[in-house]
């Protein structure tokens, strides 16, 4: 397994404004960076866990709640508790109950938007806003919670406020080998100081760990053209040419399930549509 360290800006000493041209920058090169010294820490060093209870004291949160600090999406191992008071929450995750927040919009249906939601937070931070922002989430979690690794179809700015995080990075092109058998390729283990802002592009594997107590805000942006995005809550939908094109591939692979089983593997072959994709199709008839 090949270990990669992953590059540092340290935007005081390059004299780097983060603007949309820096920005696009980044996208292009389409590798995690972090950003340091993002002048993001003279009002956060505060954010001690009784004047976050005081700053959010009106807070009502969604939140996961569960018993096991490594949250896994796929085995549900959390539940979600609704309109659960900031100060228990935070007394809570302070305690090191497994509680965590990824900060829902003001209504269900509405997009996390971190300066609307807790102005009296966002008013303590210098946050950098692409231009074609989708969404500002903030994220709260006791000492070692284990968010599941996943990815992401939008790209990414994770902004470390309060704690240390820990996080691992897989390259999209190493996808195929994250569930067979573990043996990745290329593997980059960071951890993230109150300060850093990692860029995680879009269809980066990530999952974090907290080392302790943790404030961060992600900010979901766009990078491809605005007509590729469908409604997406969460920053994960496929992009639209994708649904469009798993709808083909069902067709073909109905298409070609009217032949017998050589012609079939034959012709699967000879069109690159994987066993992977024919198993699926099996398994949601
Ligand atoms: O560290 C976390 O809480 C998860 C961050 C994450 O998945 C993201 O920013 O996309
Ligand atoms: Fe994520």
Redesign the pocket.
């Known amino acids: 397994m090949k270990s990669v360290r992953i590059r540092r800006i340290n935007l005081q000493q390059k004299q780097i404004n983060i603007n949309d041209e820096f920005i696009s920058s980044l996208v292009e090169e389409g590798q995690p960076v972090i950003l340091e010294n993002t002048e993001n820490l003279d009002m956060t060093e505060n954010w001690k866990v009784e004047n976050l209870c005081e700053k959010m004291k009106d807070c009502n949160l969604s939140i996961h709640k569960g018993g096991n600090l490594t949250l896994d999406f796929r085995t549900k191992n959390f539940e979600y508790a609704n309109k659960y008071p900031a100060g228990d929450f935070l007394r809570e995750v302070a305690s090191g109950k497994v509680r965590y927040l990824r900060s829902t919009g003001a209504r269900r249906k509405d997009l996390p938007d971190f300066e609307k939601d807790y102005p009296s937070l966002s008013s303590d931070l210098n946050l950098f806003k692409p231009e074609r922002t989708h969404s500002q989430i903030l994220?709260i979690?006791p000492k070692d919670l284990e968010?599941w690794l996943h990815y992401?179809t939008l790209d990414?700015f994770?902004t470390q406020t309060v704690g240390e995080?820990e996080v691992l990075l897989f390259n999209p092109k190493d996808a195929a080998n994250l569930y067979l058998d573990g043996d990745k390729s290329e593997c980059i283990g960071e951890v993230l100081k109150p300060g850093d802002v990692l860029f995680?592009p879009a269809l980066w594997f990530?999952c974090?760990k907290a080392n302790n107590f943790s404030v961060?805000i992600?900010t979901f942006f766009k990078s491809l053209p605005d007509k590729m995005y469908g409604k997406d809550l969460y920053g994960n939908r496929d992009p639209l040419p994708v649904e469009d094109a798993a709808k083909h591939l069902q067709k073909a692979i109905i298409a070609l399930k009217q032949l017998p089983p050589t012609y079939q593997h034959f012709y699967f072959h000879k069109l690159g549509i994987s066993a992977a994709c024919l198993s699926d199709n099996n398994n949601s008839k």
């Open positions: 994220r979690s968010i992401d990414n994770l995080k995680i990530h974090t961060s992600n």
